[in-house]
């Protein structure tokens, strides 16, 4: 016997298995930079949602917000840029971002739910001036499972992306670009192996972006002179299994903070990552057990760097540096506090040293493994304080004879070391 699908039912079986694929005009919005386009968008991004998910597009053009934005489960809500991107806003999907200035409190820009996806726009705010910086709310903000942001440009926001302030697992970053001008990337309350991917923050973002608050000129220095003082680019709390992969900043307070917080702190696969010109590049104030494997990264400090890579006293787990390089005019490269180890294996350790006497690596307490290492300057090269638990400093190359200084109490094994010329 078999049995005959009617017309009806295929007709059934097609829509269940259809997903909305729907324009944000249909619902009313519309590219006047003067007219809010919010309701309209949202409008569209509930039917799509209540249809069972799908991408609501936007064409190219500004659109409007003066209030907030929330992605339903299973929704994209889709731009026309599909790679990372410097842009003027009269260029690709725009959302002109007009709400919360003046305070961090109130709802983000963009709320992501779970299995939500952000991708392929600009966000501008047209009111953030670099002589009179104002606070707002996140840019783009995430709670649930999976949350996506892909091949956006986050042109000046004052808070970035925060994967943090709510409980979430295996949230999705990737083509990130902009210049955050206080927090670039908040994670925190991960638990199960977020992912961050080609995230470039940079003042050129907006320096380029030919919009009538474009900081150029005299501007410039202005604008260097706040990052420095204020921002933080990748501000990671709680992260079970983090990986981060070829991630950039320019001119930041701090690159990469890692630290504890109520429900704990990092450990993690960091791989090509970069910090360039910061007052501290990394910053490590504590981590899980398991640690954090830092491959391929360069850091370069700025005039006010005093040390590169700054462990704390709270730390108690491991920092391993591995294919590392170090350069600029910093003072120190390495100074570390704390009970956990830190290890240097294969690092280039090229310049240091603004201030006279001052050692490349500090270790003031806690263990260090420093092995295959190259010394670029014929300058005091480390320093072991007198609470190190212990040390192993082997196969190490120094330029000149190595300068080394060691008060550890603790055992310290240092051998098969060469100087050059």
């Given at each position: 016997m078999r049995a005959v699908i009617t017309g009806a039912a295929l007709l059934i079986v097609a829509a269940a298995c259809h997903a909305a694929d729907v324009d944000v005009t249909a619902y009313g919005a519309t590219c006047d930079p003067n007219e809010d386009a919010t309701q309209a968008i949202q409008r569209a991004l509930d039917a799509c949602g209540g249809s069972g998910g799908g991408t609501v597009r936007m064409a190219a053009?500004?659109?409007?917000?003066?209030?907030?934005?929330?992605?339903?489960?299973?929704?994209?809500?889709?731009?026309?840029?599909?790679?990372?991107?410097?842009?003027?806003?009269?260029?690709?999907?725009?959302?002109?971002?007009?709400?919360?200035r003046g305070s961090t409190d109130g709802p983000p820009l963009v709320m992501l739910e779970s299995n939500s996806t952000i991708r392929g726009v600009t966000i501008y705010y047209p009111d953030q001036t670099v002589d009179d910086i104002q606070p707002y709310p996140w840019c783009i903000q995430g709670r649930g499972t999976h949350l996506n942001v892909v091949d956006c440009t986050l042109l000046n926001p004052y808070l970035g992306i925060d994967f943090g302030t709510y409980a979430h697992e295996m949230h999705y970053i990737r083509n990130v670009y902009g210049i955050p001008l206080k927090v670039g990337i908040h994670l925190d309350r991960c638990t199960d192996i977020g992912r961050v991917e080609n995230v470039h923050f940079n003042p050129n973002s907006w320096t380029r972006s030919n919009t009538p608050t474009s900081p150029t000129g005299d501007a410039l220095p202005r604008l260097v002179e706040h990052l420095q003082a204020n921002l933080v680019a990748f501000d990671i709390g709680r992260s079970d299994w983090e990986y981060m992969l070829n991630t950039f900043v320019w001119g930041a307070n701090i690159g990469y903070r890692f630290r504890d917080t109520e429900i704990g702190g990092t450990n993690g696969n960091?791989?090509?990552?970069?910090?360039?010109?910061?007052?501290?590049?990394?910053?490590?104030?504590?981590?899980?057990?398991?640690?954090?494997?830092?491959?391929?990264?360069?850091?370069?400090?700025?005039?006010?760097?005093?040390?590169?890579?700054?462990?704390?006293?709270?730390?108690?787990?491991?920092?391993?540096?591995?294919?590392?390089?170090?350069?600029?005019?910093?003072?120190?490269?390495?100074?570390?506090?704390?009970?956990?180890?830190?290890?240097?294996?294969?690092?280039?350790?090229?310049?240091?040293?603004?201030?006279?006497?001052?050692?490349?690596?500090?270790?003031?307490?806690?263990?260090?493994?420093?092995?295959?290492?190259?010394?670029?300057?014929?300058?005091?090269?480390?320093?072991?304080?007198?609470?190190?638990?212990?040390?192993?400093?082997?196969?190490?190359?120094?330029?000149?004879?190595?300068?080394?200084?060691?008060?550890?109490?603790?055992?310290?094994?240092?051998?098969?070391?060469?100087?050059?010329?």
């Open positions: 053009g500004q659109y409007r917000i003066d209030g907030s934005l929330v992605v339903p489960p299973g929704v994209t809500l889709q731009g026309v840029w599909k790679a990372p991107h410097y842009s003027s806003p009269e260029v690709g999907t725009t959302l002109l971002a007009y709400a919360g960091f791989l090509g990552i970069g910090a360039d010109w910061c007052v501290t590049p990394l910053l490590v104030e504590n981590t899980q057990g398991p640690g954090l494997l830092i491959t391929n990264g360069e850091f370069v400090g700025s005039p006010l760097c005093d040390a590169v890579v700054r462990v704390l006293p709270s730390n108690t787990g491991t920092l391993q540096l591995s294919n590392c390089s170090f350069w600029g005019p910093h003072n120190a490269i390495v100074d570390a506090e704390g009970t956990g180890m830190v290890s240097l294996s294969q690092c280039n350790l090229y310049q240091w040293g603004r201030d006279p006497g001052v050692a490349a690596v500090n270790i003031r307490s806690g263990s260090l493994m420093m092995q295959g290492c190259s010394f670029g300057l014929s300058k005091p090269h480390l320093y072991l304080g007198e609470p190190v638990a212990s040390a192993v400093v082997i196969g190490n190359t120094f330029r000149g004879a190595p300068q080394i200084t060691n008060q550890a109490a603790g055992e310290t094994q240092i051998l098969a070391n060469v100087s050059r010329p």
